[in-house]
């Protein structure tokens, strides 16, 4: 999701994800409470797709990649969606083109013959990540690091009263990674919710401080937050009302 006021190495080969799939696959039937494991994937998006990538995609996902005006657009979302696909699939023990994604009332994807299986995607420049989940919702967003001019101009649109104290109380060097936790932080609980733009961001609190939190909101109840460096300069939080849950994150794709 991208709200007002925010923007949004090579890219290693299928045998390394088979080998990092077959390695977590091995480690989750080891783990008979798989479903209060979250594991994460950074993507890496800035090489170009391999040969196979467009054709993993749905016919519905290549229209959407078409519509992108700059090659490196186009070449970011098929990569994601690709990975995207390939994870899912490789869960499934079926191939990337059999997956069948559908939408919720608001708009969250979701896997339509595996209603056990949650996943959630997000992406940032030359960044996507990942998670993926058993029986309980995720939700995840990942921001590229940088200075936000206009940050105290967006709390005070999008933050609670309380959220914006403690903005207001980071020294200067440190303004822009707390709003950046912040914000991934929230987009992490709403895309969790799969509610969107119907649960707005200052509706609830989050803390700007590193450690993960419990997050309350009136509508949807407790969300556990994790926030982590996806990659160096991208920041990310991942969400779950799972409140024993623990995020796993995987060599970047």
Known sequence: MTRP???????????RLQHSYK??????????H???????????LDAPPDDLANQTLSVEEQ????????????????????SLRRLLAREMEQS??????????????????????????????DLAVIAISYEHEVGVDVEQLRPIPDALALARAYFSLSEREALSACASH??????????????AVVK??????????????????????????EADGRWLVHTFSAAPGYLASVATPNARA??????AL
């Open 34 to 44: 798989r479903s209060s494991i979250i594991r994460v994937w950074p993507v890496r």
């Open 5 to 15: 006021g925010l923007g949004g190495k090579t890219r290693p080969g299928v045998d």
């Open 192 to 217: 969790g919710t799969g509610r969107g733009l119907s649960l707005p961001l200052e509706s609830f609190d989050v803390p700007a401080s590193p450690d993960d939190a419990l997050i309350h909101t």
């Open 246 to 251: 623990r995020c796993e994150v995987q060599p």
């Open 96 to 125: 990337p083109a059999q997956i069948s994604i559908a939408l919720g009332p608001w708009g969250k994807p979701y896997v339509a013959h595996a209603p056990a299986l949650r996943f959630n995607l997000s992406r940032s420049v």
């Open 174 to 187: 440190e303004m822009h990674a707390a709003f950046l936790r912040v914000w991934t932080r929230k987009e």
């Open 23 to 32: 390695m977590t696959r091995l480690s989750m039937h080891a783990d008979s």
């Open 63 to 82: 229209l959407r990649a078409q519509r992108f005006h700059q090659p490196s657009e186009h070449d970011r979302f098929v990569v994601g969606h690709a």
